[in-house]
């Protein structure tokens, strides 16, 4: 099953490994790093501010839509997975 990251991008759902807020992201230096080291693997999906980021094995989205929204899909597509 494929989730929708928003901007017409789907992922299969089994390549995610983590989705976070952006928000909350941005006040751990931890993940600052992260991004940092991981720059050329960063694809933007809005055009304007990023409500989250999709960590997948080989690239690292910025989404319009919000975790809890992404969350849910990942949810509904591990459900049908099983």
Do not use: W
């Amino acid at each position: 099953m494929y989730i929708h990251l928003g901007d017409n991008f789907v992922v299969p759902s089994k390549e995610v490994v983590m989705i976070l807020d952006r928000q909350s992201s941005l006040e751990s230096p931890i993940v600052d790093e992260f991004f940092t080291k991981q720059q050329d693997k960063i694809v933007e999906l809005s055009s304007g501010d990023a409500k989250s980021i999709i960590v997948t094995f080989d690239k690292i989205y910025f989404s319009p839509l919000s975790s809890g929204t992404l969350k849910k899909r990942a949810e509904i597509a591990l459900d049908i997975d099983l």
